[in-house]
């Protein structure tokens, strides 16, 4: 056999080969970002946005050695720790209410699939016509508008607590923020401006409800000073929106004394997580956290003064009425 037929048989053993591993190429795509859940007559639907790498360093009031320990227990042992965007729709058959909007275009590459999980889940920005905010940081406002800082949402007005508004939009706010934090109320103040213009911008006092008979809104200070969660019960089922009450799954449920980097007041934020934590295990309600796990859902559990995340299970939109019963 000579050079060039050695050559050409090689390859054609090549072509061979590698014809037959190429008949089911790699699809090297993820399935759609969203999760459905029923409240009772009510469709929650997680929306995935995206992620961010969060420090560990981030993790504050326990030595890093031992939070870096509860991490690995969790087999989270990479320089950053993944955290989920996740926004919620809910659709109480009158409304479709959005909870939160991700980080939109401020956060690279690695966030802005909002609108395309929506569309996936089978709803359009232009149906949306409620938007309730847990706070005013740039993960939860950005996903408001485009690029150019246009409205996404154009049929909905947004609420925010008062005391949320009152702190991140002030026009000296900007003005007074300390140099490394200027950027949190410039894009705060520019994800809502075209929403302030049209008039779709609105706020709320504690105690005041935005959806009057709809959802219910508490003020849990301390991440932020207007941070709320929010509550819809439907049919004796309730689900309650905590927004950042929760950064990180490995540490905080099991140590809730340790708090994160972001929160405005951490002794405050402390507080909130563990009131709301304890009233999720008494009352056994659906609970949903805006940086937990995609989809983000679960419930709260107890042992002794620790908690734990539950996370929802994925299964059928609603479970049949009758299942039988394996034994
Ligand atoms: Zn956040």
């Known amino acids: 056999m000579n050079g060039i037929l050695k050559a050409a048989t090689a390859l054609t053993c090549a072509l061979v080969i ?39 360093k981030l993790l504050q009031g326990m030595s890093q050695a031992r939070i870096r320990a509860l991490l690995a227990r969790r087999s989270i042992e ?7 965007f ?23 590459a690695t966030a802005g699939q909002l609108v395309a999980n929506m569309q996936a889940a089978g709803y359009q920005p232009e149906q949306v016509d409620t938007i309730l905010l847990t ?33 991140w939009l002030d026009p000296s706010a900007l003005a007074k923020a300390p140099a490394g934090a200027r950027a949190f109320f410039k894009i705060a103040q520019d994800s809502t401006a075209p929403y302030v ?18 959802v219910e809104a508490t003020l849990e200070a301390g991440h932020t000073p207007g941070s709320t969660t929010y509550r819809f019960t439907s049919q004796n089922q309730s689900i309650v929106f905590m ?24 002794a ?22 805006a940086h937990l796990p ?8 107890a042992q002794g003064k620790h908690f734990q995340w539950v996370p929802v299970e994925y299964g059928p939109y609603k479970r049949a009425a009758k299942v039988p019963l394996i034994e």
């Open 18 to 56: 590698s014809g037959a591993m190429a008949q089911a190429p790699q699809q090297g795509t993820q399935a759609p970002g969203y999760f459905r859940l029923a409240v009772g007559d009510y469709e929650v639907t997680a929306l995935f946005d995206g992620y961010n790498d969060l420090s560990p």
């Open 78 to 84: 990479t320089p950053g720790v993944q955290t989920a």
């Open 86 to 108: 996740n926004a919620f729709l809910v659709n109480t058959g009158k409304q479709l209410i959005l909870v939160d909007s991700g980080a939109g275009q401020c956060i690279g």
């Open 135 to 167: 706070h005013l940081h740039l993960d939860h406002v950005c996903g408001l508008v485009d690029a150019q800082k246009q409205a996404l949402f154009t049929n909905a007005t947004v609420y925010a607590a008062k005391a949320e508004a009152d702190y």
């Open 197 to 214: 213009a049209a008039g779709r911008f609105k706020t709320f006092t504690a105690g005041q409800s935005p959806l009057p008979g709809i």
């Open 243 to 266: 927004g950042d009450l929760v950064h990180n799954l490995a540490v905080q449920f099991e140590h809730p004394q340790v708090s994160i980097g972001f929160d405005v007041n951490s």
């Open 268 to 289: 405050q934020a402390i507080n909130a997580r563990q009131a709301v934590f304890s009233a999720a295990v008494a009352s056994k309600t659906w609970v949903t956290a």
């Open 294 to 301: 995609f989809p983000g859902i679960g419930h709260i559990t």
